[in-house]
């Protein structure tokens, strides 16, 4: 495997190096982060049921590091930034976030700002336009109301706007929560066919 990804990185015109470390995956990548600006990680194969190695260490990462996580589903090789979408709530976890997500969101050639109607917020979604705004980013606010669900609206969104990556917070609610009773986030580990740009 290293001698594979080495040839790759040399082709690459990137500054690298490898690092091996013993011990536990999730809490050896979140210390391994702690001075990376991204971590990206496999979501394995999305859309199937049942536990996941790899949307298990994901989650692990998250709680473990402030550093963003993008989260990949498997079929995924190669990444488009031209059109990304953003889900705000008003939240401590979307405002991290988008924080994160600026030097991407940068680069981008359209930006949404997703917002499902639910209750009024101290932050309304107007402030992350603005403040994307004066870093120089263009962006759209688009609002929906919930259907069947917050998860399943947000999907359609990112669905019907084409987006490349879809930038959110992670785990509003506890993990434990999550895992019993569902939840955004587990909803999106499982079943996004696009990237994730996650934030806790």
């Known amino acids: 495997m290293r001698s594979r990804t080495e040839a790759k990185l040399q082709k690459e015109g990137v500054n690298w190096n490898w690092l091996e470390f013993i011990g536990q995956p999730g ?5 391994a ?3 990376c600006d991204l971590v990206i990680m496999s979501l394995g194969e999305t859309g199937k ?4 190695i790899y949307r298990t260490l994901v989650g692990e990462v998250i ?3 402030a550093t963003p996580v993008l989260a990949l589903p498997a079929h995924i090789r190669s990444m488009q930034f031209g059109r990304a979408m953003a889900a705000y709530d008003g939240g401590a976890e979307s405002a991290a976030a988008l924080k994160a997500a600026v030097p991407l969101l940068s680069a981008a050639d359209d930006v949404c700002i ?4 639910e209750k009024e917020s101290e ?3 107007t402030e992350a336009s603005l403040y994307l705004s004066r870093h120089g980013i263009k962006n759209e606010i688009e609002t929906a109301f919930t259907k069947d669900s917050i998860e399943q609206t947000l999907f359609d969104m990112a669905s019907d706007w084409r ?3 879809l930038v959110m917070g992670a785990y509003g609610h506890s993990r ?3 895992t019993l009773f569902g939840g955004v986030t587990k909803y999106f580990l499982h079943e996004s066919r696009i990237p994730l740009l996650l934030a806790h």
Not at 27 to 31: L, Q, T
Not at 114 to 117: K, L, V
């Open 33 to 35: 982060a702690r001075l």
């Open 63 to 65: 709680f473990g590091t």
């Open 176 to 178: 434990l929560r999550e």
């Open 49 to 52: 049921p049942g536990p996941s």
């Open 163 to 165: 987006a490349d990556y």
């Open 114 to 117: 997703a917002e499902i109607e």
């Open 27 to 31: 809490a050896v990548i979140s210390d």
């Open 123 to 125: 932050f309304p979604v």
